[in-house]
Every structure is written in structure tokens, then in C-alpha cells.
């Protein structure tokens, strides 16, 4: 906890101290040399030991923004000129090696952040497209076997029709001979009838044909019956799946993916009792965007992020005072606002250092960053 209330602390005042003496410094300033940046790598240890012994609460602390707040004291100023500096030139050497450490250790940390959020957003739509491509692959044989499992129920059931017509139409005929062998009967018993009068018996057989031909069924009134049998199945089959798709539909417990695959199964039946033309194939999904704005979004995320966690490490901080506290969150805050204000308008602001010196600072920036570490 010490460690990062420590870290959190440092972290605010530089980027507070940084700003603060960047606003400090002329324009015409020249730039520094290699010659200047060795003489500021070996005298800087010797004026830290020098501020330790004058001021001890700082015995403990090599950091730039506490030198830099010696400027304009004498006696700090005596020393510089003890070691031929112009006291304005080593807090400028000062101001842009502690601007240029946290420009470049930033732009590295971007670098790195960028291409982990790149990495992840590949992999992300390389398992989007093997999970939609495994999902197609997977409706596509349900379909297919659906299709066969319909098409072998139909052709059962044609057959099964079939059989039924045959059936029904050897009953029939069976039915209609025995009809005509008892009417035959009844004819020849009524013509063999001793006690019927002739002209009777021609009135009654006469009756007896125009019977047999009013009541006689048209040819192919069984296959008409079978027809309609069939096509009342259908209809009540296809009014059960409009049900089940109001049902599917309805359900607000049902996962997409799920309900996307019951109605395409439907759909797969509702083809199979009326064919219709097959749909046009639907438009692939969009890919995922990789634009710069999305990258920008995902780095002002990660900063916000940051400061979020520095606040809750000083807040949850039980040593320090509430004082001390108040002001680490207000610089805290401070420095939150300036980074958002210098994110918005970061596409207008010219470099921060002069790219000879950023070169510079890059060759010497582990030895650097040691000359500035905390003991």
C-alpha cells in the first residue's frame, strides 16, 4: 500500500510540475546539447546530496519536481553557479528531461497498449467469425437433416396414403359387387315371383334401376374424399406451426440463437406443405470497425481507468493525513481535467520537445530514469 500511495503521489506531481515549469520556460530557449545533457548527468547527483544535507526532509527524495522547486533560492543558485550552470539553463535541462522521460515512457506505454488492443480485437473476430462460421455449419446440418427427416415423414405418409386409397377402393368395389349381387337377387326374386303381376314386376324393377342410378356415387369419389382428407392434414398442420412460431416468438425466455434456429426449422416445414421459392441468401454481417477512433476510445478509457485507481489507493490510504489527503485527490483532480483538456486538443499541439533533445533523452533514458528514481 505504501508503494503505490508512493507511486500515486509521484505520479501526480509530475505530470503537475511538469506542466507547471513547461509554462515557466521561454520559446527561444535553444535546445540542449549532448555535451550539456552529460555535464546535468554528472552534477545532478552532487546538488540532490547537497539539498538532502540543507533540507533533510528530502535526504530520502532525488525526484525533479523537488529540486525544481529550488528555483529562485540563493543558496540553491550558488551551488549551480559553483558548478557553471546558469541556474535558468540546468532548470531547463531540468524541466524537458523530466518532460521527455514521461513523453517517452507515455508513447511507449501507447505503443504497447495499442498493439495489446489490436491483438485482442483480432482475436476477438477471428473467435466471433470460427463461432459464427461453427453456428452456420451447425444450422446448415440441422436444416439438412430436418429437410431429410420431412421429406422421408411426407414420402412415408404418401405411401401410407397410397395404401389407404387402395384400401378403400377394393372395400368400395367389394361393397359395391355385393350391392349388385343383392340387387340382382331381389330382381330375380321378384321376377320369379308367381303372385307378382307382370306389369307390376316391370314397375317394381324399373323403380329399382332408377334407385341404383340416383344413388350410385360418381367414379372417383373416393380419390375426390382422399383429396380433401389430405388437404384438411395440411391445412391443420400448417395452422399447429403458425402457432408454434406465435409461441416461439412470444417467449422473452428463449436465447436468440435458439429461437433463430426453432423458426428456421418451422420455416423448413411450412416449404415442406406449400413450397415456395427459396429466399434471397441474407447479407453477411458487418465486421467489427479497427478505426483510430475506436483505438482513441479504448486509450481514454484506459487513463480514466488509471485515475480512478490513484483516487481509490489515496482514499483508501489509513497513514496519511487528511490534509495531505485532500490535497494529493485535489492535484489528482487537476491533473485528470488537464488530461482530458490536452486529449481534446491533442491533434492541435505541436510537439512537446524538440525532437534533437527527445533523441537524446531516448539514448540516455535508463540512465535517466535512474537519476530521477526514488531511493
Known sequence: MNKQLLAATLGVALLCGTVTLQAAQPQETQPFTQAELDRFVADYPGLVQWLGKQKPQFDTARTPWLVA??????????QLKEKNWDPD???YLLNHINTGLALVESEKGQAETQA????ERQENEARIAKERQENEARIAKERQENEARIAKERQENDARQAEG????EKEMAAANKR????????KEQIRANPYIPPYEKQRILAQMARDVQSNAAPANAPATAQVDAVEAARQRQAAWIDAQERQIRA????HPMQRQQSLEQLEQAKKSLKPVASPANAAPAAAHPSDPAALRADMEKMHKQWFANQKQVINNAPTMPPAQKKIALD????????????????ADIPA???????????SRQSKLTELFAVK
Open 116 to 119: 495489446r488492443i489490436a491483438k
Open 251 to 254: 417467449n422473452p425466455f428463449m
Open 331 to 346: 492535484q489528482l483532480k487537476s491533473s485528470e481535467k488537464q488530461f482530458t483538456e490536452t486529449l481534446a486538443r491533442q
Open 179 to 186: 350391392m349388385r349381387d343383392q340387387l340382382e337377387a331381389q
Open 69 to 78: 522547486s529550488m528555483r529562485g533560492d540563493p543558496n540553491f543558485n550558488a
Open 89 to 91: 539553463r540546468f532548470h
Open 352 to 362: 512537446i520537445l524538440p525532437k534533437e533533445e527527445k533523441a537524446l533523452i531516448e
Open 165 to 168: 386409397r387402395q384400401r378403400m
